[in-house]
Every structure is written in structure tokens, then in C-alpha cells.
């Protein structure tokens, strides 16, 4: 009898931690709203959206949808040009991650994925404390919001360049 109730004790703990860790999670949207992450309750927003910080500063992140990329192979390049000193860990058809050195000089996991045709999400996680397995955690919570299911129009570089 004893056990039956430590057995019942355990399981209403584990359900109630089930909760509790989706409760202590807030999610961080990109600017134009199409991609989105979840990070920990307690988590500083930025200021203007796509961005939140750890308390105490010493783990960032920040969440975006680049437009000016015209493919997923060329949104890979420019990262492995831009984090020369991170490696490629993942390069697959749905996702792209790279582990190493942010351009700030701080650890980091940068998650790429694609949503459709010219469309991508992105989230960097930088951090001075804490581990890489704690950035993947939270960069693994990447994916595009339900309303980017659309096909998305491409626009001329033309029109781009010129900004009309």
C-alpha cells in the first residue's frame, strides 16, 4: 500500500513538471513574425522584437527571416562565410546548423532552416556561460510560425536593390 502511494506521489510530480516546464517557456518571434523560438520564462525580450537575453546577459539569442537570401544553398554559404571559425554539424535538405564562434568572439549554435521557396528562419544562440548543449536546446525550438505555410512571391532584385 505504502508503495502504490510513493508510485502515485512520483507520477502526479512528473505531470506536474510536465507543466510547469511548458509554463517556463515564452516564445520570441522574429521581427516580420514568421519565425519564432521559445526560451525560458525569465528571459529579457529585446526591445525591438526577434531578440531576448538571459538575466543576467551572459546568454542571447536572436530569432530573424532574412529577405534578401534567394536560396537555401546561398543562405548556407553566407554563413559558413560569415562564422569562419564554427562547424557545419548539421547539413541536411530541412535544416543547417553550425557550432563554434559567433562574429562577437562569444560560443555559439546558429540553426538555419527553410520554410519555402525563398523563405528561411534563423536563430543564433550566444553564450558566455552555460553550454552548447543548453544553446542547441533552445536553437532546436526554431520553426516557422503557422501562418507562413504560403508561398512566398519573389521579388525582382531590381526591385530590391532600389528599395520601390
Known amino acids: 500500500m505504502h508503495i502504490r502511494n510513493v508510485v502515485a506521489s512520483i507520477g502526479v510530480a512528473m505531470v506536474a513538471s ?10 520570441i518571434k522574429s521581427r516580420d513574425g514568421s519565425c519564432q523560438v521559445s526560451v ?30 534567394d536560396s537555401y544553398a546561398e543562405a548556407k554559404q553566407n554563413a559558413q562565410t560569415v562564422y569562419k571559425n564554427s562547424k557545419v554539424t548539421v547539413n541536411s535538405p530541412t535544416e543547417f546548423v ?7 568572439g562569444k ?4 540553426r538555419l532552416i527553410p520554410i519555402s521557396g525563398t523563405k528561411f528562419c534563423i536563430v543564433e544562440v550566444m553564450y558566455e556561460t552555460g553550454t552548447a548543449e543548453q544553446a542547441r536546446e533552445i536553437a532546436s ?21 532600389t528599395g520601390r
Open 107 to 110: 560560443p555559439d549554435v546558429y
Open 98 to 104: 553550425m557550432e563554434g564562434q559567433s562574429i562577437t
Open 141 to 161: 525550438t526554431l520553426h516557422a510560425t503557422k501562418y507562413t505555410s504560403y508561398q512566398s512571391v519573389r521579388v525582382p532584385s531590381s526591385l530590391r536593390a
Open 18 to 27: 510536465s507543466f510547469t516546464l511548458a509554463a517556463d517557456k515564452q516564445t
Open 40 to 69: 525560458p520564462a525569465n528571459w529579457v525580450p529585446g526591445e525591438f522584437g526577434g531578440m531576448a537575453d538571459a538575466p543576467d546577459h551572459k546568454v542571447s539569442m536572436a530569432v530573424s527571416s532574412p529577405k534578401m537570401v
